[in-house]
Nanobody, 123 residues
């Protein structure tokens, strides 16, 4: 059974940074892609970034390109989202997500989800 556990959210001022962690448990080795979605109150859930588990390069939403970096530590089975130069509009609940195929993630409906972590950016 696949489990995702998130941490690292918090409150920062605009221009600050946070690092989110997604610890993965994948005993049957079925996960191909891990990434992040976010959802702000009153807004639709949107993808933020993803990475293939066995690579160390990520893909990003246009809104976060140049500011966020996704990377993995394979030894720790953990994926990180380093968020720099945060804006108030980045405020949202961030959800780690994973799927056994890239297509599942790209569809917007990955099979596995973390519990969410709150990111709040003040002006």
């Amino acid at each position: 059974q696949v489990h995702l556990v998130e941490s690292g959210g918090g409150l920062v001022q605009a221009g600050g940074s946070l690092n989110l962690s997604c610890a993965t448990s994948d005993p049957t080795f079925i996960i191909e892609v891990v990434g992040w979605f976010r959802q702000a109150p009153g807004k639709e859930r949107e993808p933020v970034a993803y990475i293939r588990w066995n690579t160390n390069s990520g893909s990003y939403a246009d809104s976060v390109k140049g500011r966020f970096i996704i990377f993995r530590d394979n030894a720790k089975n953990t994926v990180y989202l380093q968020m720099n130069n945060l804006h108030p509009e980045d405020t949202a609940v961030y959800y780690c997500a994973a799927d056994r195929a890239l297509l599942g993630f790209m569809s917007g409906r990955p099979n596995y989800w973390g519990q969410g972590t709150q990111v709040t950016v003040s002006s």
